[in-house]
């Protein structure tokens, strides 16, 4: 039987104009305020309450989302115990090593089950079948970063199916670590950090192997751990992946919220995190189109002024982020902007600049800046030089392949149908063609 719907809940919210997930973020900032902690709500959460699915979040949340909506009582809301799990999940005791709400860490433990759906059956009984850990130390935490920083290592080399399933299993293991027993909190928020981290890198793998879905829920499964580990940089870094996707596949609200969610307490990251951030935002903006021109050039000189405050303080996992990566990020963002009208000489100096900065050596990311600029160009009648882009951007594929690049330069191939009767356009299509059959194949 389909649970009840919460129209209490869901008249509240729309009574003071807040979406779903503006909600879930008003409400989160209430919940740090009160307990130090940010809240790990969405607007999918959100949307479970009101659906009725869950009727009774935790004392925190409810207190948070009371405030949030203006309302004196749980009534109000529509929310009450029904003393039944299927139902609500109601705070339990404290786990004797330092962890949270039970609600919270179903919640993680659901995730982490996502992630892994080769693994688990029955994300939160095969959680509970193998939370009998042994004792979780300062090793552990080293193993898993040490994993996480190793397969980074093939983020600008060859990925493909067999390195994300990789990966993926890892994180699956991984995450069986997390329900151990500590015995110092501070170790087992260096997990949840440490997790997250594996989490974002086997986000960025599925990515380029083309498993969106499964990105998706590593990028979830990743906020959710470096929400719990109090860790606001990863926390960023994975809703900048769920933005990036959300650009991949022309989810502009989506991307834009999960952008914009990332800024969320900014002052909190450092400048060239934040930097990061800003060109995220640019990108998510630049896909919603001329009517966010001015917001979209807005950060991407937040990006360039956040970069340049850098003062080499920063998070180990983002040294590999240059200023090619800049130029190239902020490339793509004005792409958006050019191949719609805009101003295509900004977005081409920028991606020019990116190709310039590399190294000489074959990258995912080199490539991936040669194919935009190609597609940019192709689009603004240029199409020799575009030719000459794309091809260059086809020789330097080499054993790089990467779901990013292959849309990319699909993107290329349909721009180039206007000029379909030019001899080297059909040489290039057909090169494209070549690439992409091979990309479904592996």
């Known amino acids: 039987m389909s649970p009840e719907p919460n129209r209490l809940l869901r008249t509240a919210r729309e009574a003071v104009g807040m979406t779903q997930g503006q909600l879930a973020e008003s409400a ?53 115990s029904t003393r039944s799990r299927a139902a609500t999940v109601e705070r339990g005791p ?46 552990e935490v080293d193993q898993v970063r040490s994993l996480a920083r190793t397969f980074a290592q093939q983020d600008n080399g060859f990925v493909g199916g067999l390195s994300s399933e990789a990966v993926v299993a890892q994180l699956s293991t991984s995450a069986d670590l997390l329900d151990g027993r500590f015995s110092l909190d501070a170790v087992r928020c260096e997990l949840f950090s440490a997790v997250a981290e594996l989490a974002d890198v086997a986000g960025g793998m599925c990515f380029d192997a083309g498993a969106a879905a ?11 751990c470096a929400t719990e580990a109090g860790d606001w940089a990863m926390r960023a870094k994975g809703l900048s992946g769920l933005a990036n996707l959300a650009v991949h596949q022309g989810r502009s609200d989506d991307a834009l919220s999960m ?25 998510a903006l630049g896909l919603s189109g001329k009517r966010r021109e001015s917001d979209c050039l807005a950060a991407v000189q937040q990006a360039e002024d956040h970069f340049a405050a850098g003062n080499g303080d ?63 160009t192709m689009a603004r009648d240029d199409p020799e030089r575009a030719v000459a882009l794309g091809n260059e951007a086809l020789d330097s594929l080499g054993l790089v392949r990467s779901d990013r690049i292959s849309e990319t330069l699909r993107q290329l191939r349909i721009a180039g149908r206007r000029y379909r009767d030019m001899p080297s356009v059909r040489e290039l299509n057909y090169r494209v063609d070549v690439v992409l059959r091979a990309s479904v194949l592996t």
């Open 314 to 376: 920063e998070p180990e996992w983002i040294s590999y982020y240059t200023a090619a990566h800049l130029e190239r990020d902020l490339g793509r963002a004005l792409s958006h902007l050019a191949v719609n009208g805009g101003d295509h000489i900004r977005a081409q100096a920028r991606l020019s600049a990116a190709i310039e900065r590399y190294p000489q050596k074959r990258s995912r990311g080199k490539t991936l800046a040669m194919a935009n600029l190609a597609h940019c």
């Open 28 to 80: 989160n900032t209430r919940v740090e305020q009160a307990t130090g902690k940010p809240g790990a709500m969405d607007a999918d959460y959100i949307g479970k309450l009101e659906r009725g699915v869950h009727r009774w979040p935790n004392r925190q949340y409810r207190a948070a989302l009371r405030l949030a909506l203006r309302r004196q009582s749980d009534a109000e809301l529509g929310f009450f």
């Open 94 to 139: 404290r786990h004797v090593d330092g962890g949270d709400d039970v609600e919270r860490k179903a919640f993680l433990r659901v995730l982490a089950g996502s992630v892994a759906g080769l693994a688990f059956s029955d994300p939160l009984n095969d959680f509970a079948a193998r939370s009998a850990q042994g004792r979780v130390g300062q090793a």
């Open 214 to 224: 499964q990105a998706e829920r590593c990028f979830r499964f990743a906020v959710g």
């Open 259 to 283: 952008a914009e969610m990332a800024l969320v307490r900014a002052d909190r990251l450092t400048p060239v995190t934040r930097a990061v951030m800003h060109t995220r935002h640019a990108r």
